[in-house]
């Protein structure tokens, strides 16, 4: 009885004390839209059709790059009487295509990571 | 001398004791002498370059593949700089605060973290071969913003 009551009491105390929070920026990037877009074949417009508008378009003397990304940044926190810990954790999902002159897609990358972010203590995860 | 003290305690009053030794240690802590502070903040991966990219000889296409999408791209010169970057900050500090008069306290705190994003920075000539490659502090290896004059067509 006074155990589990301790318990309980001990619960309630540190449940005040913890901060969860997410934040995501822009949908998730589909690697399989991304793989069928082909170097030599397809077009700036092709990518633009199947990925929408890029995040950014830079400008490579006569050729050009388009970025397109989604991140997922997770923050937990516990704040206890005499000890404050946080931890903070950003992934991305991230879309480079580059063109030649003719807006023709030369190379492409992607890293697609975001689903990995995570929550994670300072002193759970060392 | 405290075996016989404390034996010829009845059990009400040790625990009485005991109550006033943490009631004072929680004095203590909730007037916040005392406080320490944990932080570690993680921000993208470092991506495995295994020591195959060669200036000179490696072209964009390899690059991408072993490193996967850049952070940042810009137009460097006539030819393309490409920037990877991940940071692993963490931070520990203390904070001691003590009152000593009416008006006054001393409060002494300690701080140490190591953070800023770490990086890679790989140069391309006009043809996408990799010409140049630098390791370190992100801010401090990737070079100022300087781009040729647009075309006119």
């Known amino acids: 009885m006074t155990k589990s009551l301790l318990t309980y009491c001990g ?34 417009q092709d990518v633009v059709r199947a990925l929408g508008a890029p995040t950014e378009v830079v400008q490579l003397g006569r050729r050009s790059a388009y970025r397109y990304d989604a991140s997922v940044s997770k923050n937990v926190g516990l704040f206890l009487i005499l ?44 | 001398m405290s075996r016989i003290k404390k034996e010829s305690l009845a059990p009400w009053q040790c625990q009485l004791a005991w109550g006033r030794t943490v009631g004072l240690a929680l004095a203590l802590c909730v007037s916040s002498c005392l406080s320490a502070r944990l932080a570690h903040n993680h921000e993208f991966e470092e ?42 900050e963490r931070a520990f500090g203390l ?27 790989l140069f391309f000539d006009d043809a996408w071969r990799l010409k140049q490659m630098r390791r370190g502090y992100l801010a401090e290896i990737l070079p100022d913003e300087r781009t040729r004059p647009a075309l006119v067509d």
């Open chain 1, 83 to 126: 000890v404050a810990l946080h931890g903070g954790d950003t992934q991305e999902d991230r879309a480079w295509f580059f063109f030649d002159e003719d807006e023709l897609l030369t190379h492409r990358a992607a890293t697609l990571a975001a689903k990995h972010a995570d929550f994670q203590l300072p002193v759970i995860d060392e």
């Open chain 2, 95 to 121: 904070n001691l605060s003590l009152p000593l008069d009416n008006f006054y306290s001393a409060n002494l705190s300690y701080a140490r973290s190591i953070d800023g994003l770490r990086g890679l920075v």
């Open chain 1, 11 to 44: 619960i309630l105390l540190l449940l005040p004390a913890c901060v969860f929070s997410q934040a995501n920026r822009h949908q998730p990037l589909d690697r399989d839209l991304i793989e069928a877009l082909e170097p030599g074949q397809s077009t700036a």
């Open chain 2, 47 to 88: 991506p495995r370059a295994d020591g195959r990219l060669r200036p000179g000889s490696t072209g964009l296409e390899q690059c991408l593949a072993e490193l996967g999408a850049p952070l940042l791209v810009r137009e460097h010169l006539d030819g393309a700089l490409l920037a990877w970057g991940w940071s692993d």
